[in-house]
Each structure stands twice: as structure tokens, then as C-alpha cells.
């Protein structure tokens, strides 16, 4: 099962970004769905989750910047990235953390920031 993230691209400093990332149904409305960022020659580090119920939780870098959002209709979570800086720029992923077991993974998107 892979999931399927998109929305990356090249912007400058300041500027905004919205990933999107889509998963089997199945998987979607039982996972906690989080987004997880990869710095070139760096660990992989998580960015922000969000429950089944809503509630979200972010990386103090990201806090105030980055909203995560999902939309149970699209099967779809989202991050919605402003105030975007060079140090957010990195290989982002999502993923669904099943509670009844099992972590699946999308194929990442790359965020560029420019200064």
C-alpha cells in the first residue's frame, strides 16, 4: 500500500505551500496521518499529526507556520506550509500509523525554499 503525496515545489522565502496526500479509505479513517520532513544529509524528523478525532500536534519549528488538516471525503490529508523558510526545505512524507498495527508511507515531495 502506498500513499500518495504531492504539492511540493520551488518557492521563495515567505512564501506558501499545500501538500496533499491521499490513502486507501481502509487505511485513511483508522490511522493517525502525520507528515514527516528529510533534510539532504539529515535525519527524517516529524512535522505534525493529526488523530482520527482531529487533534493535531506540530514540531516547534513548524508551530504557527504549518497547519495540518484531513478530509475524510477525499481520503486526504493536507499541509497547509507559510511563512515558509530555507531551513523547511526537505523531502516531505506522509504517513498513516494504523492503531490495530501497520505504518504506511508515501513517496515523498520535495520542498525547495528559496532565499
Known amino acids: 500500500v502506498q500513499l500518495q503525496a504531492s504539492g511540493g515545489g520551488l518557492v521563495q522565502a515567505g512564501g506558501s505551500l499545500r501538500l496533499s496526500c491521499a490513502a486507501p479509505?481502509?487505511?485513511?479513517?483508522?490511522?493517525?496521518m502525520a507528515w514527516y520532513r528529510q533534510p539532504s544529509g539529515k535525519q527524517r524528523e516529524l512535522v505534525a499529526t493529526i488523530t482520527t478525532d482531529g487533534s493535531t500536534n506540530y514540531a516547534d519549528s513548524v508551530k504557527g507556520r504549518f497547519t495540518v488538516s484531513r478530509d475524510y471525503a477525499k481520503n486526504t490529508v493536507y499541509l497547509q506550509m507559510n511563512s515558509l523558510k530555507p531551513e523547511d526545505t526537505a523531502v516531505y512524507h506522509c504517513?498513516?500509523?494504523?492503531?490495530?498495527?501497520?505504518?504506511?508511507w508515501g513517496q515523498g515531495t520535495q520542498v525547495t525554499v528559496s532565499s
Open positions: 504517513a498513516a500509523h494504523r492503531a490495530s498495527g501497520g505504518n504506511f
Open positions: 479509505g481502509s487505511i485513511f479513517r483508522m490511522s493517525v
